[in-house]
């Protein structure tokens, strides 16, 4: 059971362009959305986080819109390069449980120079 | 030694045989989880260890078991392995309390079932 859904599946972005890639859910037990950069061969590094009290938090380029009536939110990369190629995961976590990660099925994205 | 270093980064297992995964936690946690990650899908927790102990389990059979030791490093079992098994599988630690801003993936083990 697929309980966060991410999309697109890929992403091809010109240099300079925006990424967009959206995420929604089920559980409104989830109470906190991190979202994740990961590197062919490497485990996953933490990005950029938001809880549902917050609509939008940005840092650097980086920016999570959240919208919690509708279980939807969203990463914006904003003046995309091609150091950001990438696999990126939208997650949720209920701080019931601790630090368990239900995840998204991911997003390729190529930033094309 | 900071990171999270996992062992081996490479492995290779016939269907029925059983397999060990170690990971050596960052310096100063005390959690580990374990995820599994198939080929283009996203990690899935399969559970995690705080004071030697399993403290959360994901939707995995009872032939996925693991070990937490003294000094906070863990180890994953397998037995019985299925084709399906073949996967890159994480090891994530951290301290307990601190949440996912304390959370720090290792770069995982390539297990291929044949």
């Known amino acids: 059971q697929q309980q966060v859904k991410q999309s697109p599946q890929s992403l091809i972005v010109q240099k300079g362009g925006i990424s967009i890639i959206n995420c929604a859910y089920e559980?409104?037990?989830?109470?906190?959305f991190p979202w994740y950069q990961q590197f062919p061969g490497k485990g996953p590094a933490l990005l950029i986080a938001?809880?549902?009290?917050?609509s939008e938090k940005k840092e650097g380029r980086f920016t999570i819109s959240f919208n919690k009536s509708a279980k939807q939110f969203s990463l914006h990369i904003m003046d995309s390069q091609p150091g950001d190629s990438a696999t990126y995961f939208c997650?949720?976590?209920?701080?019931?449980?601790?630090?368990?990660?239900?995840f998204g099925e991911g997003t390729q994205l190529t930033v094309n120079p | 030694e900071t990171g999270v270093t996992q062992s081996p980064t490479h492995l290779i297992k016939t269907r029925g045989q059983q397999v060990t995964l170690r990971c050596s936690s960052q310096s100063g946690h005390n959690t580990v989880s374990w995820y599994q990650q198939a080929l283009g899908q996203g990690p899935q927790f399969i559970f995690q260890?705080?004071?030697?102990?399993?403290?959360g389990r994901g939707n995995f059979p009872p032939r996925f078991s693991g070990l937490q030791f003294p000094n906070y490093s863990s180890e994953l079992n397998v037995n019985a392995l299925e084709l399906d098994d073949s996967a890159l599988y994480l090891c994530?630690?951290?301290?307990?309390?601190?949440?996912?801003?304390?959370?720090?993936f290792g770069s995982g083990t390539r297990l291929t079932v044949v």
């Open positions: 559980n409104t037990a989830f109470d906190y």
């Open positions: 997650a949720a976590v209920p701080s019931t449980s601790g630090s368990r990660l239900t």
């Open positions: 938001i809880r549902p009290d917050v």
């Open positions: 260890y705080y004071r030697e102990e399993e403290n």
């Open positions: 994530a630690s951290s301290l307990q309390g601190l949440g996912i801003y304390g959370y720090t």
